[in-house]
């Protein structure tokens, strides 16, 4: 008896364990037929993942570069020159620092050719002269105090004319940093033509801030506060007629290009 009974309660428990596993499974997924269609009912539990969308039409960021203008200066430059204003003895040469630093002139040297090629001193500039980063330094004749009155860094009773032209040299050498011509002459400090332009009373040369400025520009447009530092190596082209001169020296505001 102890056996059989034994037994019983082993096929018992193998029905209960049946009936619950087909319960179960059908908690979770079960087959139904509805109206001849069948059906597939109870996910419950799980959670589908979504799909990660795909990106269409990503744009591809672009860097927009400024071109830097061609032919710009890395020196001194001489940047506007006068030789008369309300009387024939008016006279300044202007230099321009096209470098990010400041330049120490000590015993930098003016010197001028006349209209027969005949080489002489305009100025030495003294120990402890500068010219800052994007600034200007101002040479004038001092007659009748034309020094004072425009502001001139050195000065003395030198003066230009006509069909001159003019070179900057360092203190010992030989080789002009700049120089410019202006008229007809013998033997000029030149680059490539000399500037055929008409000096009028009170009217300067003037260096390009671009290839592209033009006397409009330069006076009264976009190119105002530019600088001075556009150098092809030819006078006729790097320079424009001022009819009004505008000199500038050490505390004058720098001017970047």
């Known amino acids: 008896m102890t056996k059989i009974k034994y037994l019983l309660i082993l096929l018992f428990a193998l029905a209960c364990g049946f009936t619950g596993y087909k319960i179960t499974q059908s908690y979770f997924t079960d087959t139904e037929k509805v109206l001849g269609n ?6 419950w539990g799980i959670t589908p993942s979504p799909e990660t969308p795909t990106p269409t039409n990503t744009l591809t960021p672009t860097l927009t570069l400024t071109p830097t203008p061609s032919n710009l200066a890395d020196h001194i430059v001489i940047s506007e020159v006068q030789i ?7 006279d300044f040469v202007e230099l321009y620092n096209p470098t990010s630093f400041t330049v120490d002139l000590s015993g930098w040297r003016l010197r001028k050719r006349n209209s027969s090629g005949n080489e ?5 500039i003294p120990d402890g002269k500068s010219i800052p980063a994007h600034g200007f330094f101002l040479w004038a004749n001092n007659q009748d105090n034309f020094d004072t009155s425009i502001g001139a860094d050195i000065s003395n009773g030198n003066n230009l004319s006509e069909n001159n032209s003019v070179a900057i040299f360092t203190k010992s050498g030989n080789t002009p940093i700049d120089q410019v011509a202006w008229g007809s002459a013998n033997g000029q400090f030149v680059e490539g033509t000399a500037c055929q332009l ?17 006397a409009t520009s330069m006076m009264s447009g976009s190119d105002v506060t530019k600088g001075n530092a556009y150098d092809s190596e030819n006078n006729s082209e790097d320079f424009i007629l001022r009819t009004i001169s505008n000199p500038q020296n050490t505390s004058s505001p720098i001017e970047i290009p």
Do not use: C, H, M, P
Not at 120 to 124: E, G, P, T
């Open 38 to 43: 069948s059906i597939q009912v109870g996910t």
């Open 84 to 90: 008369q204003g309300t009387n024939a003895d008016q």
């Open 120 to 124: 002489d001193s305009l100025a030495v």
């Open 198 to 214: 008409n000096f009028s009373s009170g009217g300067s040369i003037e260096r390009k801030a671009y290839s592209t400025s033009d």
